[in-house]
């Protein structure tokens, strides 16, 4: 069975960065290469959105109000996932979720499309 587990998350102020990490266990290193990951985030009283998605060939793909602020990235060798995440706002806050689709080129924006999700790490971000 495949587990994500995310770590990172904190309280920063306006304008500070982080840095998610989100390790895979229970899975292959060649076996984690072919998947699609993504971040997605979930604030109180919001629906889960798409933060970050990596393909299976690399191609990255962000939300319109991250761009230029965050960075996804996938290092197969370690079966990990991050997130880098610079010019933080208030906005920003929400708990963070990483998640993974095995199986083929398909990487969706639709969180319900993946099969597999971590415990979730709070960011919270202050003015």
């Known amino acids: 069975q495949v587990q994500l587990v995310e770590s990172g998350g904190g309280s920063v102020q306006a304008g500070g960065s982080l840095r998610l990490s989100c390790a895979a266990s229970g899975v292959t290193v060649s076996t984690y290469s072919t998947y699609c990951m993504g971040w997605f985030r979930q604030a109180p009283g919001k629906e889960r959105e798409g933060v970050a998605r990596i393909y299976r060939g690399g191609t990255l793909s962000y939300a319109d109000s991250v761009k230029g602020r965050f960075t996804i990235a996938k290092d197969n060798a370690k079966n990990t996932l991050y997130l880098q995440m610079d010019a933080l706002k208030p906005e920003d806050t929400a708990m963070y979720y990483c998640?993974?689709?095995?199986?083929?080129?398909?990487?969706?924006?639709?969180?319900?499309?993946?099969?597999?999700w971590g415990q979730g790490t709070q960011v919270t971000v202050s003015s």
């Open positions: 998640a993974a689709r095995g199986g083929g080129w398909y990487c969706p924006a639709n969180p319900d499309e993946y099969n597999y």
